[in-house]
């Protein structure tokens, strides 16, 4: 079984950084892609980032130049640097890993930005 922990969620004010962590254990096949995902109350969940085992990296337009992901292969490890936060970035952020048309969701961990 494939499981997701994520931490470094929190509040934080405008202009401020908060980096979050996501750890993938289990049988996890090697190639896999490894992102996040946030959903603010009332708005559908949206890709922030997303990384290959490669090192390919997308992102969204609006964290373009803010944020940056990177990934740890040897530990199963995900990371989201966040800085220049803004209070539109206030959501939930999801982990998701996909490999071998699998797909695995962490619990969200809540980031907030206050004005």
């Known amino acids: 079984q494939v499981q997701l922990v994520e931490s470094g969620g929190g509040l934080v004010q405008a202009g401020g950084s908060l980096r979050l962590s996501c750890a993938a254990s289990?049988?996890?096949?090697?190639?896999?892609?490894m992102g996040w995902y946030r959903q603010a109350p009332g708005q559908q969940r949206e890709l922030v980032a997303r990384?290959?085992?490669?090192?390919?990296?997308n992102y969204a337009d609006s964290v373009k130049g803010r944020f940056t992901i990177s990934r740890d292969n040897a530990k199963n490890t995900v990371y989201l640097q966040m800085t220049s936060l803004k209070p539109e970035d206030t959501a939930v952020y999801y982990c998701?890993?996909?490999?071998?048309?699998?797909?695995?969701w962490g619990q969200g961990t809540q980031v907030t930005v206050s004005s």
């Open positions: 998701r890993l996909v490999f071998s048309q699998r797909d695995y």
């Open positions: 990384i290959s085992s490669g090192g390919s990296t």
């Open positions: 289990g049988s996890i096949f090697s190639i896999n892609t």
